[in-house]
């Protein structure tokens, strides 16, 4: 092609200005819809900010919730996604923590430090922030994001770090650790159910063994699901669409129940299977988002000295996680099965949304 002098001085400017203000970006219009496309890159707003460069992101099974329409604070126009790793673009002036060109690792969770919340640990409840990355703000499915509160909500990634090992971190690892194993107080000798062998069960089962339990009893439909479990650590396995579950737990603990039962998929079905196996003195932790009421069975349970517990990850845990991550004492590689390139996430979403027939747990997307 030949450009006149002038066409190419014009054209050679515009696509300058264009590239420094455009970004491609997974975009959600509304239940059933979103788009891989052009958005303006986001900038500085807060002097809190860090805006960084996306490395490598995933999807998340609260996408597909998105996408079905379940959570309604998701608005059209949003750019989803909440976890990542990315190199650092710019900072605000009041971020002290970090610079340009330094690694680190998204928590799901914003916190902000200082407010009520915050100060107890419970970033989840952070007054400003919490879930909000790719919920109420746009998030880390794209080329570039704004990480508000960056010294308190980002990590940075020691130089020899396996940055895809990384992304487990962002929110998976620590929300089976503190939701499923801190919760559900796992110590050893424990019997323990986990309740749905998504990648937050296994990242559950991956955890747990912090704790070496006795015995890791993992429950799903999936026989793939199933089989892996038991690569990742788990003594028995029971099918729900084929056995009577209750039956097989009982058979196992010598009708007793057991210690821990973790509800990992969000559905009145998997929470009252827990009120059903759960020994007395037990702990039923539940990770699952729930849209729907669920039945709390009290005509047995009074009597039976349980905990129930709920709650959203605190992201507390990620230093520690990511040490253990470090020094391989915690396998989370093993839950990337799929790897795109990050202009590929059409095609990644159809894999993960089809989950059981691609025999996928984590993508992997990279820039
Ligand atoms: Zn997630
Ligand atoms: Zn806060």
Same mark, same amino acid.
């Given at each position: 092609?030949?450009?006149?002098?002038? #066409?190419?001085?014009?054209?050679?400017?515009?696509?300058?200005?264009?590239? &420094?203000?455009?970004?491609?970006?997974?975009?959600?219009?509304?239940?059933?819809?979103?788009?891989?496309?052009?958005?303006?890159?986001?900038?500085?707003?807060?002097?809190?900010?860090?805006?960084?460069?996306?490395?490598?992101?995933?999807?998340?099974?609260?996408?597909?919730?998105?996408?079905?329409?379940?959570?309604?604070?998701?608005?059209?126009?949003?750019?989803?996604?909440? %976890?990542?790793?990315?190199?650092? %673009?710019?900072?605000?002036?009041?971020?002290?923590?970090?610079?340009?060109?330094?690694?680190?690792?998204?928590?799901?969770?914003?916190? #902000?430090?200082?407010?009520?919340?915050?100060?107890?640990?419970?970033?989840?409840?952070?007054?400003?922030?919490?879930?909000?990355?790719?919920?109420?703000?746009?998030?880390?499915?794209?080329?570039?994001?704004?990480?508000?509160?960056?010294?308190?909500?980002?990590?940075?990634?020691?130089?020899?770090?396996? %940055?895809?090992?990384?992304?487990?971190?962002?929110?998976?690892?620590?929300?089976?650790?503190?939701?499923?194993?801190?919760?559900?107080?796992?110590?050893?000798?424990?019997?323990?159910?986990?309740?749905?062998?998504?990648?937050?069960?296994?990242?559950?089962?991956?955890?747990?063994?912090?704790? &070496?339990?006795?015995?890791?009893?993992?429950?799903?439909?999936?026989?793939?699901?199933?089989?892996?479990?038991?690569?990742?650590?788990?003594?028995?396995?029971?099918?729900? &669409?084929?056995?009577?579950?209750?039956?097989?737990?009982?058979?196992?603990?010598?009708?007793?129940?057991?210690?821990?039962?973790?509800?990992?998929?969000?559905?009145?079905?998997?929470?009252?299977?827990? %009120?059903?196996?759960?020994?007395?003195?037990?702990?039923?932790?539940?990770?699952?988002?729930?849209?729907? !009421?669920?039945?709390?069975?009290?005509?047995?349970?009074?009597?039976?000295?349980?905990?129930?517990?709920?709650?959203?990850?605190?992201?507390?845990?990620? !230093?520690?996680?990511?040490?253990?991550?470090?020094?391989?004492?915690?396998?989370?590689?093993?839950?990337?099965?799929?790897?795109?390139?990050?202009?590929?996430?059409?095609?990644?979403?159809?894999?993960?949304?089809?989950?059981?027939?691609?025999?996928?747990?984590?993508?992997?997307?990279? &820039?």
């Amino acid at each position: 092609m030949v450009f006149t002098p002038w #066409c190419a001085g014009n054209g050679h400017q515009y696509y300058f200005i264009l590239k &420094s203000i455009i970004m491609k970006a997974l975009v959600y219009h509304g239940p059933g819809d979103k788009n891989w496309e052009e958005k303006e890159k986001p900038g500085i707003l807060n002097p809190t900010d860090a805006i960084v460069k996306i490395l490598k992101t995933t999807i998340c099974g609260t996408d597909l919730h998105i996408l079905k329409g379940d959570v309604p604070t998701v608005t059209n126009g949003r750019t989803l996604g909440h %976890e990542g790793v990315g190199i650092i %673009e710019e900072v605000g002036n009041a971020v002290s923590n970090f610079k340009k060109d330094d690694h680190v690792l998204i928590s799901c969770i914003t916190a #902000c430090g200082k407010c009520a919340n915050c100060r107890k640990q419970m970033y989840s409840h952070c007054e400003t922030g919490g879930w909000i990355l790719g919920n109420t703000i746009d998030g880390t499915q794209a080329e570039y994001v704004r990480i508000p509160y960056a010294d308190t909500s980002l990590y940075p990634i020691p130089a020899d770090a396996d %940055e895809e090992a990384l992304v487990m971190l962002s929110d998976i690892l620590p929300t089976g650790f503190e939701c499923g194993v801190l919760n559900g107080q796992i110590k050893p000798g424990d019997t323990v159910a986990i309740v749905g062998a998504g990648p937050i069960g296994l990242a559950t089962l991956l955890t747990a063994q912090l704790f &070496s339990p006795a015995e890791i009893l993992m429950i799903d439909q999936d026989d793939n699901r199933l089989n892996v479990s038991k690569t990742f650590g788990a003594t028995h396995t029971i099918n729900s &669409s084929t056995e009577n579950v209750t039956e097989r737990v009982m058979k196992i603990t010598g009708s007793k129940g057991v210690d821990a039962a973790i509800e990992a998929v969000g559905i009145p079905a998997t929470f009252e299977l827990c %009120e059903a196996i759960i020994a007395p003195g037990g702990r039923i932790a539940n990770i699952g988002v729930h849209g729907k !009421p669920v039945t709390l069975h009290l005509e047995s349970l009074w009597d039976k000295n349980i905990t129930i517990t709920t709650g959203l990850v605190d992201t507390s845990s990620t !230093p520690m996680l990511l040490k253990n991550v470090q020094s391989q004492k915690l396998a989370a590689k093993k839950l990337i099965t799929h790897h795109f390139k990050l202009d590929q996430i059409m095609e990644a979403y159809k894999t993960f949304e089809n989950a059981a027939n691609e025999k996928a747990l984590k993508v992997i997307l990279t &820039s």
